[in-house]
Structure formats: C-alpha cells, structure tokens
C-alpha cells in the first residue's frame, strides 16, 4: 500500500535527522576546533597556560580539564555515601512502603531544579555557611562547586542503584536470611556482590552527567583560570569557561574554548558509554 | 534433652495466627506438634497459608512488613520468639522452591556460606572435612568434587538444588524445611532429591511445604492439611490418605479442588 | 563453634543497628537540600511576587537600586523572560516533539535492524551532550551563518536539540511496554500501518509520552548555558526571532550579575523552581494515574 511505504519513508526520514544531527555536532565543533590545534598542535590539551591579551595570546585547556575532572570526582566521592544509602532506604530497608515513596520523589524534586537555581542558591545560602566555618575566606573554589555537584547528581546515582538494587533476586536474599545472616550482613554479602556492576554504572553515568554541569559551577568555583591549587582554591571547568568567555571571544580565542568543548564532549561520551555499556551487561 | 517431657516432638505449634494486613489471616489459630527425625507434608490447595506456616517456623515470614503473629512456636520447648533470629535460623534451616545458589559464590563457598554469613571463621582443613561432609550428605560429591571451585550456578537444576540442601544442613540444623523444593525440578531429579529426604530424615527433622499430594503420600510420615489458613486435619500419612476425617480433606484427596 | 555463634550475635546485631541507623541518618542528609532550597527560596522569594512581576519587564539596575536603598519593592518582574521563555521552548517543542515521536516509533517499530541500534545509541550519546556544547553549536549554525547575531531562533535550536533525545528516548522505552499482541490484533485486522501507528501505538501510550513530553519540557525550561551563547537576553519583551530575546533562567543570571536586583532574583528563582517542579509533578502524576500498559 502506498500509505504504508509513505509512513515508513517518513518515520525513516526523521530518523536521519539524528545521524545528520551527531554528524554535524561532531563535525562542528572539530571544525572550530582546528585553528587552535593548527597552533598549538597537542600542547593545547597539555598547556596550563590560558592568556587572552592580544600579541602575547596563548590558550591550553589543561587547568580546565583537571578543574572539570577533579570538580567531578570530589562531587561524586560526596554524592556516593548519600545516594548509597538512599538508594538502600529505598529498595531495601523500606522497600514498598510509603515512606520509601515519599523519600524517592523527594530525591526525584532533586533532579527537577535547574541548575541556575542550584548556582544561586549555593551562593546565597551555602557559600556564606562555608565561609562561617573559617576553611574558606571567599567561600568560592572547588569545594563549594563540588558540594553542589554532588547534590545536584545524587537523584541520578539514587534512582539507578535503587533500581538496580530492587532487582536482586529475592529468593538469594531468603536464602542468606534463612542461614542466619543480618539484614547487614544480606546487603553486604549477597546484594552488593549481585548488585556490584550496575551500582558502579550508575555512579559512572552520575558523574557523566557532573563533568557536563554548567551553571551551578560558574556561579561558585571563583572562574580562576589557572590549575586549582588547592580545595578551597578557586578553578575553572570547561564547561564554565566556555559560559564565561564565549560572548566576548573570537578568532584564535573562540576556537580555543570550542576545541575545550570538544574536548568535554570527547570526555562525557567517554564517560556515558562506559556506563551504558556496564548498564547494559547488568540487564 | 530426652528429659523434657515432649521429647517425641522437635517444634510445637501453639494457636498460631498470621496476618498480613489487620484482619486478614495466612494462618488462623494452627496448632500442631512436629515429630523429631520424621518427614512432616503440610498441603492444601495454593493460597492456604502452607507456604506461610512453614516459614513461620525459622520466622522466616518476618521479612514482610507490618506482619502480625499471634500464637507461639515451641523448639525443644522454647519458644522461638525469644531466641535471637540468628541462632534461630542455625537450628532450623530452609530450602525453597527454586534452587538458589549464590551466583557470586563457588560451589564450595556455597557449601560453607552458612559459616561465612555468620562470620564463623575456622581452618581450612575444618571447612573441606565440612563440604566434603555435606555434600556426601546429598550425593552431589562424586559429581563436583573435580568442580568445586566453579561458580555453583553452572550445575544442573537439579544438582543446584541438592547443593542448596548442602548449604542448609551444612550447619547441622536440628530441623530443616523444604519449601515446594522439587516444584521446579523434572522428574529424576525429583525423584533423586526424594531419596535424598527419606536418608536425611535419619539425622534431621524434615518439614516439607508441596502440592504434590503423591509425594506427600510417597515420602511423609506425618501430612497436615490446611484450607483457607485453618489446619483441617493432621496426622500419620498412611492413616489421613485412607482414611480422612474431615470431608474437606477428602474432597482436597480425590481431586476436587486445589 | 556453637559458642563461638553465641558469642558474636550481640556484636553483629549491634553492627546490623549501626548500619541500619547509617542508612538512615544519610538518606536523611540527602533529603536535607530539598527542604533548604525550598524553604530559602519561599522566604527570601516570595514578596517580589505580585501581578506587576508578571506583566512588566525587568527594570534597569537604577530603579532598582533606588528601590533597594528605600526598603521598597523593586518594581518590574520578569515579563520578558517569560515571554521569551514560552517563545523558545514553543518553538523548540513544535520541532522536537514531532521529530523525536517518530524517530522514537522508527526505532521501536525497527528494534531489530542494525541501523535502528545505531539510532539509539546515537540519541544516547546526544542525550548526554553537556548542554553548553549545544549552545556552541547553535552559535555556529544559526547566530554566526543564519540570524548574523544571538537570536531567539539560535536559543530554540539548542532548546531542539537538547529535547530530541529525551523525547526519542520516552517515546521508544513507552511504546517497549505496549504488549506485542495489541500490534499484531490490530494488523491482523487489517489495518494500514499508519492507521495501527495513530489509532493504536499513539493513544495506547498516551500517558507515557505526555509524560516523556512533560518531563522534557520541564528541563529545558529551566536551561540557562546554551542560551548565554545564542539567545543572550534582552530588557525588552520581543518575539522577533531573529532578534535576541530574554528567558526566565537569563534574566536569573542578569539580576545575579547585578548587586542592586538580589532581592528579585530570590523571586525569580523562587518561580522558576516553582514552575519546573510542578511541572514535573504533574509529569509524573500523569505517569502513575493512566498507567494502563
């Protein structure tokens, strides 16, 4: 029928669309991306060096990626006991109850709030609280921009590991219970062990989604451009490098901050289909 | 122990009621005396409260939430309820109707999980001369005694199963419960872990969950049977298959429902 | 060893309680954030918000910092944000909505061809693009070659991208649910394909893509990244596409750059969270009422 072939055509059609789409991004950005590799050649990714003054310009995109990875790390060694035990309250210790309910769309409300809201809110509010406990003179750095980090990815590492959690088979809990062990001792010698690969994925793509975070960090790791040199040192990630200096770029400069961003999509892809690929051997 | 005055029974079941939710009882008012070394059949139709009855015996039923007991169990004349679930557990262990080998876990490990889940720590030598022991116990030595070191879950059904029965009477359990534990099992296997039961039964006290009512009359000394979460009727095997007192039960026997 | 046993219950019932009491106390902590976020933003927030906060635009940094210094209001609101807002994600949504359907039912309904994996995967990896890569993107594409300048064409272009994923990818894992059977006793019947894919797949899934659709909108709302680069704000209300607009989430970012518009931003804040979240409760109350697959 031709309606039939015109339907499939269709559906088909806009499924290009995606392929086109990945095509053009990639394309795009390594593109904008070559007058700074044409400089600098791969000292760009190696160099600390970031001096926009005319005549003495040079770019390297070092002090942003070791801002970006170690942002997102502290923020998911913080994010992991929370989502953890969360994840735990929620698909074992009070699986199927209301409670359990209540807490997991409280977490869900988490994942809700833009990232702008986190930026602002961690300036207002925790920044000055940091800033009381006398580790910090500015309250902006690394730290500050983790500990919101690790809140705002807690509601992704949580619904996945409890997901995964909840998906242990019931009868090896019964069998270790009907042996004598704790409830402690269940978690630990038959639920994690089942559970391993898949709590580990879902941390992996936690953290994807960290490295990517933009807003909430611009607003509180203190936009040094230099290596961070310390916890309460303030840094810059890539991505909000590329927030802050993208309006007022061009020539060498933009295509410095595109071949960051290509970078950082080199880096999140990485990231995500490591996790994806554990999810999947998990399932 | 033979000085207690109910040496003859290892658990006593006293007006036991179970329910799920307020008002809605598994079990209703069951009470019962289990004979020491002997194979003990509880059946009825699905729904009946068996399942819960059996688990009710190692406490087993008190992994769901807001469950309520009323009621007591007696073990050698204590109850149940005043033991520490843990010590409970190591003297009335539990098989369940689909064999669950820890995947994590080899063969032997299965073997000794009991000790190692109890944080029991002992000599290497200790722990052979226990697989060994237990797995002789179930006739699964000369088939995985080259194996034992592979992960348990590349066994057969049948084989997993009589590897879980290792695991359960490795602790040496006073009583041992078998939830429908051939119910996923086929025919020779079945039939090899009915051997199995009629030789531990010479060692333990046996209490086995099955809607099969021929392996009920094949292999049980005592048989219960339950309906709607009463205990109808219980009593010899041979006695409540030929001659049952309750119509219900007899309806049950000659097929008319469950 | 059976003293051995007797010997360690106690220490390991302890253990179990510690551990227990551990759980709690940190899904406790997790939950912390909600409340003071919530409860923050409610106090500092809310009496900015008035009808005039709806309907006027922002008001430059003298008014405000006259009003300030007099205790007073800070007269304006968000008017053009909110405007721009609904003018780029209606945009966005009237694009990616349409194309993420049927690319989602392409994929369901070829699951099995190599291609339509490649499909997926790719939605994968785009879902996961950090978002300010796709404000680069629609800088290059549209600012620099199309519009000659930011644009509220260029922030719906990356609002597009950033849905297209979400929308593939709920529209896919919905339809996975629908029983294999009902697509083979519709075509059993007879039915032209397209007809089984809008009488049947569509409304039997309803739910579940409203919800996909919902949850997507409720994200890009609250974007701000890829709008710095393409859309880039503007104090007045516009609906020229080619021209730069404002969003609720930039003018968030304008008010926090300026030391005298605290207090609206508290407000603005305040309504963008409020705004977002219901809408995700509503996503997912659509979710759990009609769940009939």
């Given at each position: 029928?031709?309606?039939?072939?015109i339907t499939?055509?269709l559906?088909?059609i806009?499924s290009?669309?995606?392929l086109l789409l990945s095509?053009?991004?990639?394309l795009?950005l390594?593109?904008?991306a070559v007058p700074?590799?044409?400089?600098?050649?791969?000292?760009?990714i190696?160099?600390?060096k970031?001096?926009p003054?005319a005549?003495s310009?040079e770019y390297?995109?070092?002090?942003f990626?070791?801002?970006?990875?170690?942002?997102?790390?502290?923020?998911l060694?913080?994010?992991?006991?929370?989502a953890?035990?969360?994840?735990?309250?929620i698909a074992?210790?009070?699986?199927?109850?209301?409670?359990?309910?209540?807490?997991?769309?409280?977490v869900?409300?988490l994942a809700?709030?833009?990232?702008i809201?986190?930026?602002?809110?961690?300036?207002?509010?925790l920044?000055?609280?940091?800033v009381?406990?006398?580790?910090?003179?500015?309250?902006?750095?690394?730290f500050?921009?983790?500990?919101v980090?690790?809140i705002?990815?807690?509601p992704?590492?949580t619904?996945l590991?409890?997901?995964?959690?909840s998906m242990?088979?019931?009868?090896l809990?019964?069998?270790?219970?009907?042996l004598g062990?704790?409830?402690?001792?269940?978690?630990f010698?038959v639920?994690?062990?089942?559970?391993?690969s898949?709590?580990i994925?879902s941390?992996i793509?936690?953290?994807g989604?960290?490295?990517?975070?933009t807003m909430?960090?611009?607003?509180l790791?203190g936009?040094?451009?230099?290596m961070p040199?310390?916890?309460?040192?303030p840094?810059?990630t890539?991505?909000?490098?590329i927030?802050n200096?993208?309006?007022?770029?061009?020539?060498?400069?933009?295509s410095?901050?595109?071949?960051?961003g290509?970078?950082?999509?080199l880096i999140t892809?990485?990231?995500?289909?490591?996790?994806?690929?554990?999810?999947?051997?998990?399932? | 122990?033979?000085?207690?005055?109910?040496?003859?029974?290892?658990?006593?079941?006293?007006e036991?009621s179970?329910?799920?939710?307020?008002?809605?009882?598994?079990?209703?008012d069951?009470s019962?005396a289990?004979?020491?070394?002997s194979i003990?059949?509880?059946?009825?139709?699905?729904?009946?409260?068996k399942?819960?009855?059996?688990?009710a015996m190692n406490?087993?039923?008190?992994?769901?939430?807001n469950?309520?007991t009323?009621?007591?169990?007696?073990l050698?004349?204590?109850s149940i309820?005043?033991?520490?679930v843990?010590e409970?557990?190591?003297?009335?262990?539990m098989?369940?109707?689909r064999p669950?080998?820890?995947?994590?876990?080899?063969?032997y490990?299965n073997?000794?999980?009991?000790?190692?889940?109890?944080d029991?720590r002992?000599k290497?030598s200790?722990?052979d001369?226990?697989?060994?022991?237990?797995?002789r116990?179930?006739a699964l030595?000369?088939?995985?005694?080259?194996?034992?070191?592979r992960?348990g879950?590349?066994?057969?059904?049948?084989?997993?199963?009589?590897l879980?029965?290792a695991?359960?009477?490795?602790?040496n359990?006073?009583?041992?419960l078998l939830?429908?534990p051939?119910?996923?099992?086929?025919?020779?296997?079945?039939?090899k872990i009915?051997?199995l039961?009629?030789?531990?039964?010479?060692?333990y006290?046996?209490?086995?969950?099955?809607?099969?009512?021929s392996?009920?009359?094949?292999?049980?000394?005592?048989?219960?049977?339950?309906?709607?979460?009463e205990?109808?009727?219980s009593g010899?095997?041979e006695?409540l298959?030929t001659n049952p007192?309750?119509?219900?039960?007899e309806a049950?026997?000659t097929?008319?429902f469950g | 060893?059976?003293?051995?046993?007797?010997?360690?219950?106690?220490?390991?019932?302890?253990?179990?309680?510690?551990?227990r009491?551990?759980?709690?106390?940190?899904?406790?902590i997790t939950i912390?954030?909600?409340?003071?976020i919530?409860?923050?933003l409610a106090?500092k927030?809310?009496?900015?918000?008035?009808?005039?906060?709806?309907t006027?635009p922002a008001p430059d940094?003298f008014?405000?910092?006259?009003?300030?210094?007099?205790?007073e209001i800070?007269?304006?609101g968000?008017?053009n944000?909110?405007?721009g807002?609904?003018?780029?994600v209606?945009?966005?949504?009237?694009?990616?909505?349409?194309?993420?359907?049927?690319t989602g039912?392409?994929?369901?309904e070829?699951?099995t061809?190599?291609y339509a994996?490649?499909?997926?995967s790719?939605?994968e990896?785009?879902?996961?693009v950090?978002s300010?890569?796709?404000?680069?993107?629609?800088?290059?594409w549209?600012?620099?070659?199309?519009?000659r300048?930011?644009s509220a064409?260029?922030?719906?272009?990356?609002?597009?991208?950033?849905?297209?994923?979400?929308?593939?990818?709920?529209?896919?894992?919905?339809?996975?649910?629908?029983p294999?059977?009902?697509?083979?006793?519709a075509?059993?019947?007879?039915?032209?394909y397209?007809?089984m894919?809008?009488?049947i797949?569509?409304?039997?899934?309803?739910?579940?893509?409203a919800?996909?659709?919902?949850?997507?909108?409720?994200?890009?709302l609250?974007e701000?990244?890829?709008?710095?680069?393409?859309a880039?704000g503007?104090?007045a209300?516009s609906?020229?596409?080619?021209?730069?607009?404002?969003?609720v989430?930039?003018?968030?970012?304008?008010f926090y750059n300026d030391p005298?518009?605290?207090n609206?931003?508290?407000?603005a804040?305040?309504f963008l969270?409020?705004?977002?979240l219901?809408m995700?409760?509503l996503?997912?109350?659509?979710a759990?009422?009609?769940?009939?697959?």
């Amino acid at each position: 029928m031709a309606g039939d072939r015109i339907t499939k055509a269709l559906l088909f059609i806009s499924s290009l669309t995606i392929l086109l789409l990945s095509a053009g991004i990639i394309l795009s950005l390594a593109g904008g991306a070559v007058p700074a590799f044409k400089e600098y050649g791969i000292g760009f990714i190696t160099s600390t060096k970031w001096n926009p003054t005319a005549g003495s310009e040079e770019y390297g995109a070092m002090s942003f990626i070791a801002g970006t990875v170690i942002t997102s790390i502290l923020a998911l060694i913080i994010c992991i006991p929370m989502a953890f035990s969360t994840s735990l309250f929620i698909a074992e210790y009070y699986r199927g109850t209301r409670t359990a309910g209540i807490l997991r769309s409280l977490v869900d409300l988490l994942a809700g709030i833009p990232s702008i809201v986190y930026g602002f809110w961690g300036f207002y509010a925790l920044r000055p609280l940091l800033v009381s406990t006398g580790l910090t003179d500015q309250g902006f750095g690394i730290f500050t921009a983790s500990l919101v980090l690790a809140i705002m990815i807690v509601p992704y590492a949580t619904s996945l590991s409890a997901e995964i959690i909840s998906m242990v088979p019931s009868e090896l809990k019964e069998a270790a219970y009907s042996l004598g062990a704790t409830r402690r001792e269940v978690i630990f010698h038959v639920v994690i062990p089942s559970a391993r690969s898949g709590i580990i994925a879902s941390f992996i793509l936690a953290l994807g989604r960290a490295l990517g975070e933009t807003m909430a960090v611009t607003m509180l790791i203190g936009n040094a451009n230099i290596m961070p040199r310390g916890l309460f040192a303030p840094g810059n990630t890539m991505a909000s490098v590329i927030a802050n200096q993208f309006g007022e770029a061009d020539g060498l400069k933009m295509s410095a901050l595109i071949a960051i961003g290509l970078l950082l999509f080199l880096i999140t892809a990485l990231v995500n289909a490591l996790g994806k690929m554990i999810i999947k051997r998990f399932a | 122990m033979n000085d207690t005055p109910d040496s003859e029974h290892v658990l006593t079941i006293k007006e036991l009621s179970i329910a799920y939710e307020p008002g809605r009882y598994a079990v209703n008012d069951v009470s019962a005396a289990i004979r020491r070394n002997s194979i003990t059949a509880i059946m009825g139709p699905s729904g009946c409260g068996k399942s819960t009855l059996l688990r009710a015996m190692n406490r087993m039923h008190e992994l769901y939430p807001n469950i309520e007991t009323k009621g007591d169990i007696l073990l050698d004349g204590q109850s149940i309820f005043s033991m520490s679930v843990i010590e409970l557990r190591r003297k009335v262990g539990m098989v369940f109707q689909r064999p669950n080998p820890f995947p994590n876990m080899t063969i032997y490990e299965n073997v000794v999980a009991g000790f190692s889940l109890n944080d029991i720590r002992m000599k290497k030598s200790q722990r052979d001369d226990i697989v060994e022991e237990a797995l002789r116990n179930v006739a699964l030595w000369d088939e995985v005694k080259e194996s034992l070191y592979r992960k348990g879950t590349f066994l057969s059904g049948g084989q997993q199963q009589r590897l879980c029965v290792a695991r359960a009477i490795a602790f040496n359990p006073e009583v041992l419960l078998l939830d429908e534990p051939t119910s996923a099992l086929d025919p020779v296997a079945t039939s090899k872990i009915e051997d199995l039961l009629g030789e531990l039964k010479k060692k333990y006290t046996l209490v086995l969950v099955t809607h099969n009512m021929s392996q009920a009359a094949r292999i049980s000394d005592d048989s219960m049977f339950m309906y709607l979460g009463e205990l109808v009727e219980s009593g010899r095997t041979e006695i409540l298959f030929t001659n049952p007192k309750d119509s219900r039960t007899e309806a049950y026997l000659t097929g008319k429902f469950g | 060893m059976k003293k051995e046993l007797s010997d360690n219950i106690g220490r390991r019932n302890r253990a179990n309680g510690w551990f227990r009491s551990l759980v709690i106390a940190g899904s406790v902590i997790t939950i912390i954030p909600i409340f003071l976020i919530v409860g923050n933003l409610a106090v500092k927030g809310y009496r900015q918000i008035n009808l005039a906060f709806f309907t006027e635009p922002a008001p430059d940094t003298f008014q405000a910092m006259m009003a300030a210094s007099s205790g007073e209001i800070i007269p304006g609101g968000i008017a053009n944000g909110l405007t721009g807002s609904l003018l780029m994600v209606l945009m966005a949504s009237l694009i990616a909505v349409p194309l993420g359907l049927m690319t989602g039912i392409y994929i369901y309904e070829n699951s099995t061809r190599r291609y339509a994996a490649f499909i997926r995967s790719l939605t994968e990896i785009l879902q996961g693009v950090p978002s300010i890569i796709l404000g680069i993107i629609a800088y290059l594409w549209i600012v620099k070659n199309i519009t000659r300048g930011y644009s509220a064409l260029a922030g719906s272009v990356s609002l597009t991208i950033m849905m297209l994923p979400l929308i593939i990818r709920s529209t896919e894992e919905t339809m996975r649910m629908i029983p294999v059977t009902i697509r083979e006793a519709a075509f059993a019947l007879g039915t032209p394909y397209y007809k089984m894919i809008y009488k049947i797949l569509i409304p039997v899934s309803f739910s579940g893509l409203a919800t996909g659709i919902l949850l997507a909108l409720s994200r890009i709302l609250g974007e701000t990244a890829p709008l710095m680069l393409t859309a880039l704000g503007s104090p007045a209300i516009s609906l020229d596409i080619t021209r730069p607009v404002s969003a609720v989430p930039l003018l968030i970012w304008d008010f926090y750059n300026d030391p005298n518009m605290v207090n609206l931003v508290w407000s603005a804040s305040l309504f963008l969270m409020a705004f977002v979240l219901s809408m995700n409760l509503l996503a997912r109350s659509v979710a759990s009422k009609h769940k009939y697959i």
